[in-house]
């Protein structure tokens, strides 16, 4: 009995201990649930919020802009002064090329352009000298041909004389002075009677009783007045100078003379004669003077060629001496000293300061949720407990695969189109910790008035869809 009171004991004992272990495991696995059932809420909860107030990708990488160094000469490289990870400022230098052959081209052609500038500065004033010789001679033999052309006019006229004079022509030309007296003497009673009719108008036109145009007709018809007398007066000197000639001839009985005279007149044709061929001579020199001309204009040219060779020598000289353009950090070199580069072979790329940027693709049915300058929150794979911030900078105005070479799913398939999205990043877009190429994710805040007033707009239109 005794053993077996022992037994029922250890018994009932042995299933005590059976129930507390299975109730404290209960209680464990009740913990334990409760606890990760509260995480996931949590993160459940966060998850929705941060769904509701931003838009995700991680369709995102950081980029920047890229300045690719090249040479505008070919040569060999003797100095390297850039290395990877450098920082440059724009205007330093960068590389060195071997300037000797560019030296001694510059010097062969400045000496080019100085012999052919002391040739051309010659050839100008051999110029002047000529053309100023040539039109001297041209006005000389314009000149002489003037002087025989009237001395053949005076000859011709005494020829004319000397065959028509006669016993009479004294008689004549007397007569001829006395009526040209008698003009005279009518063309200055008009002239007077003009003067006094200038006169009247000017008087009548102080009062305003005639126009501007009657004292201007008065005044023409005086100055013709004045004219008409003085042409009588020359006329009678002209008949004074035949009268005096015919009693020359008379006493000399110059009828006779006829053949002296024709004789002079065919001498001062001659003279006329070589006049104009001297005149067509020296205006024959001007095709020389062209001609000389034309070469000096080559020599200009030659000049013009050999001073745009100097300057291109100097420019390449240069250009030797490589310089930043942009201020940023060199990423990539790809040439060393002694290597031989040729002209607009690229050996540097250097990342452009405050280029540094995010770009993303965003679904397109997640675009009217953003706008510009909307804050945006980045991670990067390198860096995931750090986060990076910045704006939305620019969303773009067409999709990515809207100029791929194949549309995916084909030219008709409905599928999602993502659009790209650029983002810059706040603080200093120069922080060396983001490397251009990284992969990143970013949550763009959401435009809450664009979308309340999206929201109102499907709720007005009754659109269903979300």
């Given amino acids: 009995m005794e053993e077996t009171r022992e037994d029922v ?25 409760g606890l990760g059932f509260g995480i996931a809420a949590i993160y459940g909860i966060n998850w929705w919020i941060t769904a509701m107030n931003t ?51 510059l010097d062969e052609a400045i000496v080019d352009l100085k012999r052919v500038s002391a040739q051309y500065d010659e050839a100008k004033l051999k110029f002047k000298a000529m053309e100023a010789t040539v039109r001297n001679e041209i006005s000389r033999a314009e000149a002489a041909l003037e002087g025989a052309s009237g001395v053949l006019r005076e000859k011709v006229r005494m020829h004319e004389l000397a065959k028509h004079v006669g016993k009479s022509q004294v008689e004549q030309a007397e007569a001829a002075i006395k009526v040209a007296q008698s003009n005279l003497a009518r063309a200055e009673i008009d002239l007077k009677k003009m003067a006094l009719e200038v006169e009247r108008a000017k008087t009548l036109f102080g009062k305003q009783f005639i126009a501007a145009k009657d004292l201007d007709d008065a005044q023409n018809a005086y100055e013709r007045a004045q004219a008409t007398v003085e042409m009588r007066q020359n006329e009678i000197l002209q008949l004074k100078a035949d009268l005096q000639l015919a009693q020359i001839s008379k006493l ?16 001062a044709k ?60 060199v990423v990539r070199k790809t040439a060393n000293i002694g290597d031989i580069v040729q002209r607009g072979q690229p050996f540097l790329k250097i990342i452009i300061q405050d280029t540094l940027e995010v770009r993303a693709n965003v679904r397109e049915t997640y675009v009217r949720h953003i706008g510009q300058s909307n804050p945006v929150e980045i991670y990067v794979d390198a860096y995931p407990n750090r986060v990076f911030t910045g704006k939305v900078k620019t969303i773009g105005d067409a999709t990515d695969s809207e100029f791929a070479l194949f549309k995916p799913g084909g030219p ?31 949550y763009i805040k959401r435009n809450a008035a664009l979308q309340a007033n999206i929201g109102g707009r499907k709720q007005a239109r009754g659109l269903g869809h979300p």
């Fill in 270 to 329: 001659a003279d006329l004669r070589k006049a104009e061929a001297d005149l067509r001579l020296s205006r024959g020199r001007l095709v020389e003077v062209e001609a000389f001309k034309a070469r000096l204009e080559s020599q200009e040219s030659m000049t013009n060629q050999l001073k745009l060779k100097v300057d291109t020598q100097k420019r390449l000289l240069e250009s030797t001496d490589v310089t930043s353009p942009v201020n940023g950090i």
């Fill in 412 to 442: 008709y398939t409905r599928l999602e189109q993502m659009v790209p999205v650029v983002i810059s990043l706040d603080g200093n877009s120069n922080n060396r910790e983001l490397k251009p190429g990284m992969n990143a994710w970013v």
């Fill in 55 to 105: 838009v995700y990708t991680d369709e995102a990488r950081v980029t920047a802009s890229y300045a690719t160094i090249s040479s505008e000469v070919s040569g060999k490289i003797i100095k390297f002064s850039a290395e990877e990870g450098d920082v440059v400022g724009k205007g330093d230098f960068l590389v060195g090329i071997d300037k000797e052959d560019f030296k001694n081209a």
């Fill in 9 to 33: 004991e250890a018994a009932t004992y042995g299933r005590t201990q059976r129930f507390l272990l299975v109730a404290k495991q209960h209680v464990i696995a009740l913990t334990i649930f």
């Fill in 252 to 267: 000399n009985n110059f009828r006779d003379d006829t053949t002296l005279a024709e004789v002079r007149s065919v001498m």
